[in-house]
């Protein structure tokens, strides 16, 4: 009886939506890289404001891992697949992939039906098709080599839709938890595990439309608003707090490791007890 | 972005139903006591066939930690409080209980008596209860715990001729998701695990056709009832004590910080 080991030296992933500088993709990036990983990003936003994909892959190099910083829009096929190609070319086939890019269209608020049909697209086509198109591209290779490890990145507004009633998020991340069990039911004869895991409130760039602990502006939102929102939401957290985006992180590489052996086709709630 | 640790190194676990030699609960004792922590180990039947509560606790000084093996019945308060106070006494104060203590009693509902309910539910989820409820007076002073309850994937998916098994797995959801709820606010994790086909003595139970009868089953037959059974898990293997044991690490160590009121699916992807 050992301690597990949640070591992954050896393997190549990729992660992506990796460029927001307070984001979860680079959380899950840097800790796969401390973990032993060789770690590619993606992002569709590269260098704007925050988000900064290569300064990201710089900081998986000072880890002593190899990166690639990959513009790519994960709605497009041509996209992924070339962002396939290059990372197996330059890293080695890919061992584990997390699926975190997704954009939340109108915004936080708003009112049922206030999301237009391209607003709908949109969101879908980030958020649950590109999930679906990227574990397709790297899936295929995880297949041949009966070995590889998916996580989803999905959230707890796809279980209660408290905040963006007025946009698709919370629906295209349902179907991305269906997406992981799914997957996880046909891949496991090839030794592939896929889990899912179902994100509270974190300390993020997409989370600072009303968590503003680390004293952030608010964005687009009145900010007396914005501050009863943060209570309501508080309150409904047993542990009165949100996450550091370092708590998500650690459970995708539980999940990443051989710890979670027997774990597959798990939607994980990290949420501090909200959806308890 | 460190890796972070697995390490339960100062802290003190009490783990139930611990006695069976291939049984989750001694698994999960070792791993724990391997992670640094000082354990003690309960059971009702300490010293039977492959069950001796002793030898699981010289397990766990060999690995240079602190142990006791303490009898008993755990849906009983009497013998709870005694448990929870002998261990604080002896140990220190407890910071991670595994209620991982259960019996299965294979019988449909009709064939089902109330002694043979009540059993079943008082050793399988009211015991949870007692003693999450011994443990969480000390972890509310000290404003810290971590409290995991095995449930099963049997909770969620209704194995026939399991109902009362059943059931009290699936109050045991409920339970873990009420605890955290109240006990959040005091730095308390509540949790649970269900485990899948678990290589374990009570995980035979689990085989259709066996269970607490010796029924004979033809080997041909048996070959295709456990064919059955593998074709149902996705990565078409039964797992072994140890897999169930890592996922209770990980769940009691910081790498779960933001993780209370979940019950994690270890079943190799049946319940997908």
């Not at chain 1, 704007?48 to 190899?66: F, T």
């Not at chain 2, 291939?22 to 724990?32: P, W």
């Not at chain 2, 991982?100 to 509902?109: E, G, Y």
Request: charged share 25%.
């Amino acid at each position: 009886m050992s301690v597990p080991s949640l070591s992954l030296e050896g393997k190549v992933a990729i992660v992506t939506g990796a460029a927001g500088l307070r984001g979860i993709g680079r959380a899950i990036a840097l800790v796969l890289a401390e973990a032993g990983a060789d770690v590619a990003v993606c992002d569709n936003v590269v260098d704007v404001d925050d988000r900064n994909l290569g300064a990201v892959a710089e900081e998986i190099n000072k880890l002593g891992r190899r990166s690639l910083a990959i513009k790519a829009d994960v709605s497009k096929k041509s996209d992924i697949d070339d962002m396939t190609r290059k990372v197996t070319d330059e890293l080695g086939p890919v061992d584990i992939l997390v699926n975190n890019a997704a954009i939340l269209g109108g915004g936080w608020g708003g009112q049922a039906f206030d999301a237009t049909e391209e607003e709908w697209d949109e969101v879908m086509a980030v958020g649950l098709k590109g999930y679906y198109l990227c574990a397709r591209a790297i899936g295929k290779g995880m297949i041949e080599r009966k070995s590889g490890n998916i996580i989803n990145i999905d959230s707890i507004e796809a279980v209660n839709c408290m905040i963006a009633a007025g946009s698709p998020y919370g629906i295209a991340k349902a179907g991305v938890q269906f997406l992981t069990r799914t997957l996880a039911r046909q891949l496991g004869q090839h030794n592939i595990r896929v889990n899912s895991i179902c994100a509270g409130g974190a300390k993020t760039d997409m989370g600072r439309h009303h968590m503003f602990d680390r004293g952030l502006e608010p964005v687009n939102v009145d900010p007396e608003q914005a501050k009863q929102r943060q209570a309501q939401l508080l309150e409904r957290i047993p542990l009165g707090r949100i996450s550091e985006p370092g708590e998500i992180a650690n459970v995708a590489l539980f999940l990443a490791s051989e710890v979670a052996s027997y774990v597959t086709g798990a939607i994980i709630a990290v949420d501090g007890g909200m959806t308890a | 972005m460190s890796v972070p640790s697995l390490s339960l190194e100062g802290k003190v676990a009490i783990v139930t139903g611990a006695a069976s030699r291939r049984g989750m609960g001694r698994a999960i004792a070792l791993t724990f006591a391997e992670a640094g922590a000082d354990v003690a180990v309960s059971d009702l039947v300490v010293d039977s066939g492959d069950r001796n509560l002793c030898a699981v606790a010289e397990e766990i000084n060999k690995f240079g930690r602190r142990s006791l093996a303490i009898q008993a019945d755990v849906s009983k308060k009497g013998d709870v409080d005694d448990m929870v106070r002998q261990a604080t006494d002896e140990l220190g104060p407890v910071d991670i209980l595994v209620n991982n203590a259960a019996i299965i009693k294979i019988s449909t509902v009709l064939e089902t008596d109330e002694d043979s309910w009540d059993s079943v539910m008082d050793v399988n989820l009211k015991s949870c209860f007692l003693c999450s409820k011994a443990v969480s007076k000390g972890m509310v002073e000290r404003k810290s715990g971590c409290i995991i309850s095995i449930s099963s994937m049997n909770a969620l998916d209704a194995v026939p001729a399991r109902a009362s098994y059943n059931t009290s797995k699936a109050g045991i959801i409920m339970l873990t998701r009420s605890l955290a709820r109240e006990l959040g606010s005091y730095n308390i994790r509540v949790n649970a695990i269900a485990p899948g086909a678990i290589r374990t003595d009570m995980g035979q139970h689990n085989r259709p056709g066996t269970g607490d009868k010796h029924v004979e089953i033809d080997p041909e037959q048996m070959k295709r009832m456990e064919a059955q059974l593998l074709a149902r898990i996705p990565l078409g293997r039964m797992a072994e004590s140890s897999e169930v044991a890592s996922a209770a690490l990980f769940l009691a160590s910081d790498a779960a910080s933001y993780i209370t009121g979940h019950t994690l699916n270890v079943e190799g992807g049946w319940l997908a």
